[in-house]
């Protein structure tokens, strides 16, 4: 079982960066993809995100390459997205999501969610 907790939500202008973190609880962690999913008001959840177990391979939405990039360090069981040049079309409910099948896989199925942060983008 993996418990996920996020955190780094909150009020930014456009154009500012933030950091949200995903800190994992589990054993099996390490071996499992991770990443980023976020959901707007009135909108489906959508992937933004994710890692493979290793850290070596990383898979982004388009709407956010170039701005965000997704980092793990599995001693502190914990997964980062920073993002930069933010928009206000960023503003959504950002969820951390794990699984063991790889993170082609992740794009459409997650065994673990945690409950969110709140990122707001002012214009």
């Known amino acids: 079982q993996v418990q996920l907790v996020e955190s780094g939500g909150g009020l930014v202008q456009a154009g500012g960066s933030l950091r949200l973190s995903c800190v994992a609880s589990g054993r099996t962690f390490s071996s499992y993809a991770t990443g980023w999913f976020r959901q707007a008001p009135g909108k489906e959840r959508e992937f933004v995100a994710a890692i493979s177990w290793s850290g070596g391979t990383a898979d982004y939405a388009d709407s956010v390459k170039g701005r965000f990039t997704i980092s793990r360090d599995n001693a502190k069981n914990t997964v980062y997205l920073q993002m930069s040049s933010l928009k206000p079309e960023d503003t959504a409910v950002y969820y951390c999501?794990?699984?063991?099948?790889?993170?082609?896989?992740?794009?459409?199925?997650?065994?673990?969610w945690g409950q969110g942060t709140q990122v707001t983008v002012s214009s």
């Open positions: 999501a794990a699984g063991p099948r790889g993170i082609a896989t992740l794009r459409f199925w997650a065994d673990y």
